[in-house]
């Protein structure tokens, strides 16, 4: 009976190993930035480059983050979400636009809608590397006291904000 | 001709023009930092290369990031230091040992053990098995095997 079972038993094993494996998404990597003061930047502002903006602005709202580039094809499936979400207008959101043309970011914005309170403006990428940013588009949210509480890599779908988003805004508005 | 023809078109080809990042160090420990620092990071877009390997944006950004960084006197740990905050172990291609990496430290160790254990435990009953020392119950299932195999071939004959 052994003869059998052990082999049964050490397939089962694998299985379920392999199983595990093939549905992690290898490029979630988590971040260490979870629960860590948002990094602090200081950017010129997409539609008024003489503005700049910066993490203090921000302190005493929850605010998503969300990086965005007019070249990023999945920003592109991702921006009805973030416009339906502005709609409801319950929490600000701040687009971080990453390595863009300033004139193809600003196209972008009035052929599919802006729903970004502001957006700024990181050429250079130096934000990003600051953010740990690695895949576009990603968003983080960032709580009153400027702690990064969530972040989410890649497309964000309408189920991920009522699942995930919208519960977890409510919950850190309520927070002192 | 052909190979004449073949040599120029080789020539021509794109990897020629393939860029090539031409840097400035102060002096040659900053230079080796620079390489070594380079070839211990990965490159996050594709996973598998080094920021050294890779010409995706992202490396050439961080490459960039850890030039500058030695340019200001920063030292390797500092920069690793760096990146780690933002990135996570996952950037370093040789992570320190830690609760979180344990198992990808401890693992291989165990899987070999578990292998030599395994190989122990199956050469030493093979060669009880060849020396005799079967049981009673195995003898006497071998024996009815042999007695039916011979059944079979009698009937085919």
Redesign the interface.
């Known amino acids: 009976m052994l003869k059998y079972l052990t082999p049964l038993a050490l397939f089962t094993v694998m299985a379920v190993f392999l199983a595990l494996g093939l549905n992690l998404n290898?490029?979630d990597?988590?971040?260490?930035?979870i629960d860590q003061p948002a990094p602090n930047f200081s950017l010129p502002v997409l539609s008024n480059a003489s503005q700049t903006l910066n993490k203090d602005k921000m302190l005493g709202e929850v605010w998503l983050l969300n990086v965005w580039a007019s070249w990023c094809v999945s920003c592109r499936s991702e921006h009805p979400v973030f416009n339906q979400l502005a709609r409801k207008k319950l929490v600000k959101i701040v687009g971080l636009n990453y390595?863009d043309e300033p004139t193809a970011a600003k196209q972008w914005l009035a052929q599919l809608g802006n729903p970004y309170n502001v957006s700024m403006m990181d050429q250079?990428?130096?934000t990003?590397?600051?953010?740990?940013v690695?895949?576009v588009p990603e968003t983080f949210v960032v709580d009153k006291k400027g702690i990064i509480r969530y972040k989410h890599t890649g497309p964000v779908s309408w189920q991920d904000v009522e699942k995930i988003l919208i519960p977890l805004i409510n919950q850190l508005k309520a927070e002192v | 001709m052909k190979l004449f023809q073949i040599i120029v078109l080789l020539a021509l080809s794109l990897n020629c023009f393939a860029a090539v990042e031409y840097k400035k160090f102060a002096n040659p420990e900053q230079e080796e930092a620079y390489k070594i620092l380079i070839d211990e990071l990965r490159c996050l877009v594709c996973q598998n290369q080094t920021i050294a390997d890779s010409n995706a944006e992202l490396a050439q950004d961080l490459r960039r990031q850890v030039y500058e960084m030695l340019q200001q006197g920063k030292s390797k740990d500092e920069i690793a230091e760096f990146m780690t905050q933002r990135y996570g172990d996952f950037v370093l291609y040789n992570p320190p040992f830690k609760a979180k990496t344990g198992l990808l430290w401890i693992g291989p160790i165990v899987f070999l053990v578990i292998g030599l254990v395994m190989l122990f435990l199956f050469s030493r009953k093979k060669k009880l098995a060849d020396r005799g020392d079967v049981s009673d119950a195995e003898l006497m299932e071998k024996e009815q095997q042999k007695a039916k195999v011979r059944a079979l071939l009698r009937e085919g004959e």
Do not use: T
């Open positions: 290898p490029r990597i988590p971040s260490p930035l390595k250079e990428g130096r990003g590397i600051d953010y740990g690695y895949g």
